[in-house]
């Protein structure tokens, strides 16, 4: 049998546009021979599409879309598209389903019985759980139906008790040969490894053919990566479609040496490059625009996140904005200039100093009795802002903001300030990560690319005189890893001292994560990268008192 | 039996502090003769604690923290109080419980049935689902336990079907005579008179005491109202604590007419002054700051902004900061200083015009080939900003965001301008409800308050040369009502101009409102008055298509 994994990359609730790509892709694919077709997890609406599926109008056009679909599909073979459903006009329980479309029609309607509500997903939200586990006959094989979590939590991959249910066992003893899989799996760095090894495991286990539909882009703070598979009844991997693009793959179950195995690159800083550039390609373009601004300071931030625009959106719809204080080093307008270059693209500089001179002179009868602080920092950062969101505005361009993952932990940044703009690029990279990213990128490409001055020069806002990060923060070698134990290991204070760091240090550390959640709280959204993101998979309370010490921990 | 609802005002995450509150209470409770207490839902960690309690630390405070109440109220009577529970040391499942202390001992753990998992509510994120329902015996009388939500699905008071289960039932088949309800319920404009009548009715229908201990304070953007209340066998309101305020409440189920009622003060001005009263007293100490910074541009938010926070505050904790440009009319000044002057508060005034000039300069070089448009509007908004936020900075004071509902909802607001705060006191309040706000509150002070003319002028952002809001958007009468049946009510267009809204208008609007999604989504918090709020309980994607019109409504 072939089956047609159509890996698409939806727009929320374009439901023309969407049903399109679904309409080309399947003719696409029956043309080469597949049997029948398979999309990614809800994809006639596009994941996750959040409290727009609460509305009535929207639902409706779901049920629209799906109808029209098996109408226009007709001559075709079946097609299994993801959707919302209801159970029927009474109901008002609402499914993550999958519809078998043949013959013009709605033949079966399958439903998703595991619903993930940790970290970004909230579907017990929006959905109920499914009552039958899903089965059809196709070719004289049974075929079971899973979507997304429904394949992920097999005991003795997870090595836990599967409380929940567990479809495939269910649909196994169904009589399921073959197991579909219709997924919108987020993408994180090593996330891949991963479900490879749980697919393999689990095709494996129960002796059946599996096939894995994953969408593919950018949703907001989401990417999803693609890469959709296939593997035989001894969890060999047999077929894999594109990584970070659309692709339509045609799995031959019965000949599986004439499936195409897409080559992956796995390496860390390769799955990062590709999601922050497709994450930032949708991101822009799905929020209606096609040029960026960036404010380029000479650092390390501003760069990468220059050269991931240029490589989503093209070096034409790239401006680079120099806004030099008193502070700044000789090297922020030299480096700039030359990254500019390197990148091709466009520059304008604006010098801010009398802008400062005028705040300074507005606000000196109220400041006269305060010294200078953090405050006077801020307000360059701020008037940058103004200045970048002025030509945004003016000029209909996307201002990307540019701190990395470590600041916005610990607060390092000005709220309306360095943190203003429609997307973070790097909101979820730790600066470390930066670092590694830059020196690949330029042992990548051919060419001079992030000039090697800006990542040789230690790491400075130049926000007062001298200023640079390590006066405030620890070394970032130290910091990255009590930051990633913390907020994406979830770990306690003893568990991270446990592990050798300095508890004087740790504490202080988690004190300026905890202060800084209502910086966090209004700050645009990142491209998620790692397994725990700021942003839609982490909810905070904003007035907590929290104390991380040894007094309350072992009290 | 006497019973004390301890209706309490915690701090997220504030063990230690919280725990002394329930001390305290019980203890007061127990000296006016209560036989036994109760505290609100989770009252030992507060409500919501959001991700706080995925964390393995947080839990072990909470247990470590009933195990030390249970001690410490060893000689006291009985006590019932609130926290996140665990059902045994290997289980992975945590529940939103109700624990029993009596002699110095956690005598029995109640658990939470109806888990809400909508608009503010995301309790399956967190919680498992009680197993069974809880009673217990005391003083020769069965008492159920139940946690807000368990009370909120009788199928003869909704005319639902209540398939999720129906706890009061089950509870009172096992021989409850008492039903207790633990309670975090956020308040909303009219919402008491509902939980009123459905307490009354489901006490009157099963034939059993009924008593309600409601949690009381600002927690981030909910605000809680207390209003705890008892209820006899036939559904007579016996007992009702103070509102928006914390209360110890003693109810004799035997003697009602001993019984405290409490005056509750419900017209819809009254209601929402006390929301935001409280909402931004708590929002503000619970951060860790005494004082705040209003921008006063002599228009209507931004005096009743200041009047809020003066009552919240106090007249020395508020500070108002004129900031002139050359298209304030000179009512701007001077109804802002008279505003001033009722409040008590001290005022500077920050000219802006070479600001605005000095911005002008920088930018012409780039801006030469364009029209002026909302862009230099948005440039005097974000000084405003700049200097604001400098302030707050220096002196550690919070800025409060003054802008209203309306304006939030069809993006008429400037980001990183006037949208920039702490707090945005009005966020939840309409246009329409600032003005009844405002008459209400000057016909309630027996001074003057707000100065009439700024009731009276037609409102303007001021920000060019005769501007006036109604020259972008419909007149606040018109487009209210048209915000808050998409917003509030979730109505399609087809349904709203089903209602006699013009076709052409409410598209315009739905559409402003979708826009505006990625500026709310860097918004302040605001304080949640209305069933709909922005904020936690509406999770909209930044980049969604939305079209909203008869092509597709009714395709």
Redesign the interface.
Known sequence: MRVGLLQLNP?????K?NCEKIFQAAQMAFEAGADFCVTPELAVI?Y?????I????IL??CV?SVKDLAIRTKNFGPLLVGTPWRSGPDSTRLYNAACLLADGRIDKVFSKTLLP??DVF?E??YFASAQNPGVFEFMGRKIGVTICEDVWNDPDFWGQTGVDGQPVRSLCAEGAQMIINLSASPFSVGKHRLIKAMLGSLSAKYNVDLLFCNQVG???DLVFSGRSMAFDAHGRLTASALEFAEDVLVVDTKNPEKNRLSAHDLSSSSEIWQALVLGTA??VR??GFNNVLVGLSGGLDSSVTAAVAVQALGCEQVTGVLMPSPYSSPGSIEHSLELAANLGIKT?T???S??MQ??D???AP??KD?QP???EE??QA??R???L???S???GKMLLATGNKSEMAVGYST??GDM?G?LAVLADVAKTSVYKLADWLNKTKNKPFIPREIIAKPPSAELRPGQMDRDTLPEYEILDPILSLYIEK?S???EICALGHDPDLVQKIMYMVDRAE?KR?????GIRITEKAFG?G??????????HDRS??D?
């Open positions: 727009v929320i609730c374009d439901f546009g596009g996750p599409p959040d409290d727009l609460l509305r009535e109008d409706v056009q629209h509500e940790y909230y017990k939200r950018g949703f907001d949708d991101y799905k929020s304008h604006l010098p801010i009398e802008l005028a705040y002179l507005i606000l109220i400041f305060y602080d953090v405050t801020n307000i701020r008037i802002a103004n200045l969101m002025a030509m505005n003016k000029q709220i309306y203003a429609g979830g306690s204070f003893n209502f709280s209004q700050a645009p959204p839609r982490r909810r905070m309370p904003l007035t907590a008192k929290c104390v309350t921990a009290s």
